[in-house]
């Protein structure tokens, strides 16, 4: 099997890292709604930052943030399609917007072109394999590309030399080393059990342990170039829990307000984590849940904060060198169902579950720390409940129903 499997060596030595300043541009306030801009440059830099993965659910959610930033950016998508989409969702910023085609991201040399005018700055690498639901595929269909995509990113950015940051999306599944609960997580945390599972099972290994492997070892990789390259940029990485929220932008168009979706108007692109979240609010789902899966515990974090995070990251000085948990809340399905019966969206009927099972107090087993996000970026992050009402009452105006 590929990318040794190895147990891999320490990384503490990131925090040594030191990061050159960005040259001016806009800065942002968070307050876990929307980036508001403060201390606009005196003059605007012509430099560039790069978006690898801003055709995605995330990576559209953050290219517009980074664009109401006031910053230059290249964005990196796989197709001229995608590119022309978001030129459309985004055309009041077109000139602070360029894109470049990478259809493979794994390829040796993928992302030179992007780099080769030395234009660019900083760099958000958020492009990355969905999980496998696969049991007998093989690791290595999940592990190189994330491995092999991080490093071509890293590889081409330190070629040139006038990159001051690169920040990675990672997935908080890399720091979740199964430990006895109750147990609180932070940025020294590392999954290295899921690496040893698969390096002893091959194929045969939990699906999920072959998707937080790759996680794992991509994360793995990053920090060891940048330590072992000497490169020009520092490293920031975000390791953010389920990412929930809507699939539409606001924005203006001629002076009118207009929301539009990211990728498209039909459920079949709902992926990833909305799709877990709305799968466990269907009918046929609802009718087996028992209780132990009611009270199940769950962390997200709402893909705007998220967005609004990247952008704090690329910025932000102190966040050089600094491993971040991204995770905004701990809850469970059945808090989740009371949110949904408490909002009233039209198209939802009650869902009962084990309402009572949760009287009083409610703790949570397993707590992510929040002090590196809120201290280094400063985020507040807004409520679970909103995000909840968000998605489900965007996904039933797309289409997307409870009933079959």
């Known amino acids: 099997m590929g990318y040794s499997l190895n147990k891999p060596r320490s990384f503490h030595s990131y925090r040594t890292l030191k990061m050159p300043a960005l040259e001016p541009q806009s800065k942002v306030l968070l307050t876990g ?15 560039n930052n790069m978006l ?9 959610w953050t290219l517009k943030n980074l664009l109401e930033s006031n910053l230059r950016i290249r964005a990196v998508v796989r197709s001229r399609s995608k590119a022309d989409y978001l030129l ?20 040796p040399g993928a992302f030179d072109e992007v780099f080769e005018d030395g234009m660019v700055q900083g760099v958000i690498h958020s492009a990355s394999p969905m999980p496998t639901t696969n049991p007998d595929e093989d690791p290595d269909l999940h592990i ?3 491995v092999e995509g991080t490093l071509s990113v890293l590889r081409s950015a330190a070629k040139i030399g006038t990159v001051k940051r690169v920040e990675i999306t990672s997935s908080l599944v890399a720091a979740l080393e199964p430990k006895k609960a109750p147990v609180t ?11 040893k599972t698969v390096q002893e099972r091959g194929k045969g290994a939990p699906p999920y342990s072959k998707y937080t492997a790759s996680k794992v070892l991509a994360e793995r990789s990053a920090w060891e170039f940048v330590k072992e390259e000497n490169t ?18 606001s924005f203006l168009v001629h002076l009118t307000n207009v929301s539009k979706p990211i990728i498209s108007e039909t459920t079949a692109n709902i992926k990833g984590s909305n799709a877990y979240l709305l799968d466990r609010l269907k009918h046929d789902r609802l009718e087996k849940l028992t ?14 904060d998220l967005a609004v995070l990247h952008v704090q990251a690329l910025l932000v000085p102190a966040a050089g060198g600094e491993r971040i948990l991204a995770s905004a809340n701990e809850l469970t399905w059945q808090r989740c169902f009371d949110v949904i019966n408490q909002s009233g969206i039209p198209g939802m009927k009650p869902i009962r579950g084990y309402p009572e ?26 409520p679970a409940e909103e995000t909840i009402k968000d998605l489900v009452a965007d996904a039933i105006r797309i289409g997307w129903a409870q009933e079959p």
């Open 52 to 60: 690898a993965g801003g055709s995605g659910f995330l990576g559209a």
């Open 232 to 249: 020009s940029f520092d490293l920031v990485t975000l390791l953010p829990s389920y990412i929930w929220g809507v699939r539409t932008f």
């Open 357 to 382: 099972k949760l009287k009083g107090d409610w703790k949570p087993l397993i707590v992510i720390s929040r002090e590196k996000a809120k201290s280094i970026l400063g985020i507040t992050y807004r």
């Open 291 to 304: 209780a132990q899966e009611a009270l199940m515990e769950l962390r997200m974090v709402d893909v705007r």
């Open 88 to 107: 459309d969702c985004l055309q009041q910023h077109r000139s602070n917007l360029e894109f470049r085609i990478v259809k493979d991201i794994t390829v």
């Open 185 to 195: 997580y932070t940025e020294e945390s590392w999954n290295d059990t899921a690496v």
């Open 33 to 47: 709604t929307k980036p508001t801009k403060l201390n606009p440059p005196t003059h605007k830099s012509n430099k």
């Open 144 to 146: 190189k590309p994330a």
